[in-house]
Every structure is written in C-alpha cells, then in structure tokens.
C-alpha cells in the first residue's frame, strides 16, 4: 500500500479534524456554512461549464504565485 500523499501544508492530523468537524455539523450548520461562502466580499462564486475548469484552475494556481 502507497504512504498517503498530502498537499503542501496538510497531514493526516488536519484531514481528520477536517473531517470531524464535517462530519459533526448538524444540516442546518451545514447549510449556514455554505451560505456564507456567498457573502464574502472579495470572491465571486460562479458557475463554469465543467468541461472549462481545469483552465480556470490552473489560472488561479499561476495568479497566487505572482
């Protein structure tokens, strides 16, 4: 079996408590959480045809790298 592999920044201990905290919200903490995504003033959610996203993700990794 292959040792995990984790982003920059991640180990298993994070991807638990991601997971934990995920796992415990009620639906309507759940629900509050995603609306809140919507309300914050610096980002824009959008929806792209998906066949356009592996384009828009590699323009957002070369924009935070400047």
């Known amino acids: 079996m292959k040792p995990s592999k984790f982003p920059p920044g991640w180990n298993e201990e994070r991807v638990r408590r991601i997971l934990e ?28 045809p998906s066949e356009l996203v592996p384009a828009i993700r590699e323009l957002i990794a070369k924009y935070k790298v400047a």
């Open 21 to 48: 905290h995920y796992e415990s919200q009620s639906e309507e903490e759940a629900l509050a959480e995603d609306e809140s995504a919507f309300e914050t003033p610096d980002q824009t959610v959008m929806e792209v």
